[in-house]
């Protein structure tokens, strides 16, 4: 998927997690990309995850979302990515009741952290989310038709870094961070329902003047 609103096609500068990017969970078509609902974030075999590198401390990453989860186990939406155990993530999902809310979920060295609010979301309507990247803070902005939003929160870039993502144990390191930072679209369906997100842009934009 290039980063266009024109063209669905997949692009060399996108990247996809330990499986390839086949039909069976990404299924590109005019308007949309529409990616299947993969394993949890730290699933080792089929998550579906769709990404691009950053390439600039200063950058934004905006997508148009339509999404109807029917569970908590349902979950799409844009995510700021580093690996399994670091990453922030802006998301669709359905409360018990079944309606959809936007929420925002962090994880640091593997601790995960749920940020408030839970924005109410009407069912079936897209709504456009958007990260501006400004090293060392991260904000997480929505739009659902009313001009964007921003989320009252400042998180922490710094955990997208190869430096942030060594983990020492008693002084020995055991885990090596190597990946580098990937902005992108992500997609669970925790209990194999069958669900879909719809995708109808993705644009990453960088900004050497310092607004994302």
């Not at 089929?46 to 990404?51: G, I, M, Q, T």
């Not at 501006?132 to 997480?140: E, T």
């Amino acid at each position: 998927m290039r980063s266009t609103r024109s063209d669905p096609d997949l692009g060399p500068d996108w990247s996809t997690l330990r499986r390839p990017a086949t039909d069976d969970w990404l299924e590109p078509a005019p308007g949309r990309l529409r990616i299947r609902g993969g394993q949890s974030p730290v699933g080792r075999r089929s998550p579906s995850l769709l990404a691009r590198r950053v390439t600039a401390r200063r950058c934004s990453f905006e997508t148009s979302l339509t999404f109807a989860p029917r569970t908590p186990d349902h979950l799409a939406g844009l995510t700021a990515y580093y690996n399994t155990r670091n990453w922030h993530y802006l998301y669709v999902m359905a409360r018990d009741d079944g309606s959809p809310v936007l929420r925002a979920l962090s994880c640091e060295a593997g601790q995960l952290t749920a940020h408030d609010p839970a924005i109410p979301l009407e069912p079936g309507r897209p709504v456009v989310l958007h990260a501006a990247l400004d090293v060392p803070v991260l904000r997480f902005s929505y739009d659902t038709g009313e001009g964007l939003r921003t989320l009252p929160l400042e998180l922490d870039a710094t955990v997208l870094s190869d430096e942030h993502a060594d983990e020492f144990h008693d002084g020995q390191l055991r885990v090596l961070g190597f990946t580098g930072a990937m902005l992108g679209l992500w997609a669970q369906d925790l209990d194999g329902a069958g669900v879909h997100a719809d995708f109808a842009y993705a644009t990453y934009l960088t900004t050497p003047d310092g607004r994302a």
